[in-house]
């Protein structure tokens, strides 16, 4: 089946702007994260959405940083106001359930932001 | 506070030479360590979960090990497609924390 797709592949904003990155995670999947990957660094946790339950934003780097998920499948990141040290790549990732322990996350593509 | 360190920060082998990679951590209340490789430009596609000290994984040339305090992976008679960065993962309650990864090129 499909995998966790994720657009736009790439990104480029000015400063000031806001950005909107889309994730389709997998069919069945009740679990959905956002995390971010800035070069040379490992990728850091954003948010966690897990079926009806109020998200886990306590990742989340700022006020700027927004997120939702309609209809327990689709998910909206967005950035208000980007600035340049937003550039990086934002990855989505999905799984069965949330809170078994050993759950496995399955990651999209990312798509790279680039704020010049 | 949980971190996770990956050891080297990278590795150049020759086919066949078989190495390991580290993966320390420390963790409030350990639910899972995960492998991950992940190629340029794309994401980390899973390799192996672990759960409990002694427990080992294999699948073809790799196979992962955990202890109380780290996890190896270990990369036998290693070919240029495993070439790529390896990352290590904890997971003390819903969220994945990651290491800066251990990028392996295999030389032919």
């Known amino acids: 089946g499909a995998g966790v797709s994720q657009s736009p592949s790439n990104k480029v904003t000015e400063k000031g702007k806001d950005v909107e990155l889309r994730c389709d995670p997998i069919?069945?999947?009740?679990?959905l994260y956002w995390y971010r990957q800035s070069l040379g660094q490992g990728l850091e946790f954003l948010i966690y959405?897990?079926?009806?339950?109020?998200?886990?934003k306590s990742g989340l780097p700022s006020d700027r940083f927004s997120a939702e998920r309609t209809g327990g499948s689709v998910s909206t990141l967005t950035i208000q106001r980007t600035q340049q040290e937003d550039s990086a790549v934002y990855l989505c990732?999905?799984?069965?359930?949330?809170?078994?322990?050993?759950?496995?996350?399955?990651f999209g593509p990312g798509t790279r932001l680039t704020v010049t | 506070e949980d971190q996770v360190t990956q050891s080297p920060e990278a590795l150049r082998l020759q086919e066949g030479e078989s190495s390991s990679l580290n993966c320390s951590y420390t963790?409030?209340?350990?639910?899972?360590l995960f492998w991950y490789r992940q190629d340029p430009g794309k994401g980390p596609e899973f390799l192996f979960t672990?759960?409990?000290a002694g427990e080992e994984k294999e699948k073809e040339r790799l196979k992962a090990t955990l202890t109380k305090k780290e996890s190896f992976l270990h990369i036998t008679a290693p070919k240029p497609e495993d070439s790529a960065t390896y990352l290590c993962?904890?997971?003390?309650?819903?969220?994945?924390?990651f290491g800066t990864g251990t990028l392996l090129a295999v030389q032919p």
């Open positions: 990732a999905s799984s069965l359930v949330g809170f078994t322990p050993s759950i496995e996350q399955y």
């Open positions: 069919s069945g999947h009740t679990a």
């Open positions: 959405f897990q079926g009806n339950s109020a998200p886990d």
């Open positions: 963790v409030s209340g350990l639910r899972g």
């Open positions: 672990l759960y409990s």
């Open positions: 993962a904890v997971r003390p309650q819903n969220k994945l924390i």
